[in-house]
């Protein structure tokens, strides 16, 4: 049975990597992948040496109770991923293995020995069958304590406004909740097989279960998103799946008809809810949802599994109210040991990438890969988020007055050619730059641009990439090109704005190339010259 638990865990790892992939951006998708390995090494080994003693007590336990550690050592790592999945995007590896040590020595084993006949969870009245609920919960109150430590990814929050950071492999995200599905059932199913107490009928109603509450929650989702945003969004239908497969695991095969629809239907419109409300009002940047998913799954699953058990009777308000205590606390204790664990860490040896770093992406800044700029979004940068952790990253320097531009000659317009009222400016820079770029050029008047990704070089050379080892000989560099239109803005005010925006005083910082336009014809009117150019909102 053990070795179905195995199968159980490499499943649902699949399924974490392929969803990863599908919730982060381009630019981060081969780190965010890699740290889900790193996680699952760092917190089998720190599980081994300390955890599997802290939770049984006996420093001889991982000889004498082999079995014992090759079924627990498959929930710790599905623990230590929850935990870690909040973080991606943005965080040093030195964070993934803070959690997994947190994890893997301390708070896994206490759970799952608090859980115990004799521990105090159990004493408390506290009733979670599977033994997955509390698993759920914890897991995802850490994870999302993590992400507001750390903080949200560059550009998510500009301006007090929450921006979208998708990635371009969202179609990978079926893959993964397929996966996941298939994973858990493995890991409850083994589950089942090895308990002495386990009877034909809860086998019926574990595979009840298990279809219809993602099923139920799924609909419920769809309905919910639809009234809510008056329109359907495919992740937040996926993330609706998964909490129906998170509740389905932690007390499907204990719930009677009615509890699992009921659950399905509650799930469903909550974590949509949720996930939309932690984003746009907490402001804490979860790129997969999965903090939410898991934690409100996780408590859903203990609240109903003692309102409608199978072939029981709901509990009394005594035991309800017992289960409900148990469960924030277990939750508070969770996120209080994360929250100092992480401060310390972070004031003493920083959590967080740089600034630079982040911006180009952690699989070229990080690991040396080449870079995959798959969307504008992903290079939307903005200002740097106000949290602590952030505090003290560079900003852009100032310009220094003698390298301010000398530009004079070229601000009298009326001096010019008359051909050359209407003028395209095209700059070429780097992908970090462009909100910094689009703002300042904003703020001067500018309305409208076209960007563009291109490759290209310059005095840099290119960019070293390495890959299996072997260095990826590529003399392009990852560039954006921004194009606009003006003609009522003077050149200097132009260029002295771009400066603004784009000088590091670094090799890189980018070019502007000026030139005169003919003329200008807007379809739509037959308006030509700088008549086509304004808009009756600048009128």
């Known amino acids: ?126 009733y979670d069958p599977s033994g997955l609920g509390r698993i759920h919960l914890t897991m995802g109150v850490v994870a999302y304590i993590s992400a507001w430590v750390i903080g949200p990814r560059l550009g998510k929050y500009n301006h007090s406004r929450v921006q979208a950071l998708p990635s371009q492999s969202l179609f990978l995200a079926p893959i993964g909740i397929l996966f996941a599905w298939l994973g858990w059932g493995v890991v409850m199913l083994s589950a089942l097989l090895v308990s002495p107490t386990t009877d034909l009928q809860q086998f019926y109603r574990l595979g009840f279960s298990f279809f219809l509450i993602p099923a139920v929650s799924f609909i419920s989702a769809s309905l919910f998103c639809y009234l809510y945003f008056k329109r359907l969004d495919i992740s937040l239908l996926y993330n609706g799946l998964l909490i129906g497969i998170v509740i389905a695991t932690s007390a499907g095969a204990e719930l009677s008809s009615l509890g699992a629809v009921l659950s399905g239907l509650i799930g469903g419109a909550v974590i949509v809810y949720l996930i939309s409300w932690v984003d746009k009002k907490l402001k804490v940047d979860d790129p997969l949802g999965f903090a939410t998913v898991h934690g409100v799954g996780g408590f859903l699953a203990l609240s109903m599994v003692v309102l409608f058990p199978r072939g029981g009777l709901p509990a009394t308000y005594a035991q309800f109210f017992n289960q409900l205590l148990a469960s924030l606390m277990i939750a508070a204790m969770a996120g209080v040991v994360t929250l100092l664990v992480l401060k310390v860490v972070d004031i003493t040896l920083g959590l967080r990438v740089s600034e630079e770093a982040e911006s180009f992406g952690l699989d070229s800044s990080i690991y040396r890969l080449p870079n995959r700029y798959g969307s504008f979004s992903s290079m939307s940068v903005g200002k740097v988020p106000k949290k602590e952790a952030l505090k003290g990253m560079a900003s852009s320097p100032s310009i220094p007055d003698q390298l301010e531009l000398n530009v004079d000659e070229l601000a009298d317009i009326a001096a010019l050619p008359q051909l050359a009222v209407i003028r395209r400016f095209e700059i070429l820079t780097n992908p970090d730059r462009l909100e910094r770029l689009t703002q300042e050029l904003n703020a001067i008047g500018v309305s409208g641009l076209n960007v563009a990704n291109v490759t290209g070089f310059g005095v840099q050379k290119g960019h070293n990439s390495f890959y299996r080892g072997i260095e990826v000989e590529s003399h392009f560099l990852p560039k954006i090109k921004v194009e606009t239109i003006v003609s009522t803005i003077s050149t200097k005010r132009m260029l002295q704005a771009i400066q603004r925006a784009l000088y590091t005083g670094h090799i890189g910082d980018g070019k502007v190339f000026i030139s005169a336009i003919q003329d200008v014809v807007r379809v739509s009117t037959g308006a030509t010259g700088k008549d086509a150019l304004i808009y009756p909102q600048d009128e």
């Open 1 to 126: 049975m053990a070795i179905l638990s195995i199968m159980g865990m490499f499943s649902i790892l699949l399924a974490f990597i392929f969803l990863t992939i599908a919730y982060t951006t381009d630019k981060n998708s081969g780190s965010s992948a890699f740290h889900k390995l790193l996680v699952m090494v760092v917190v089998t080994v720190a599980f081994l040496i300390v955890g599997f003693g802290l939770m049984t007590g006996n420093n001889r336990a991982i000889i004498d109770g082999a079995p014992l550690f090759i079924e627990s050592v498959g929930l710790v790592i599905v623990a230590a991923i929850i935990a870690t999945s909040a973080i991606d995007e943005r965080a040093r590896p030195l964070a993934y293995v803070t959690l997994s040590l947190l994890v893997g020595m301390v708070l896994f084993p206490l759970l799952q020995r608090w859980a115990v006949s004799t521990g105090w969870l159990t004493q408390f009245g506290f």
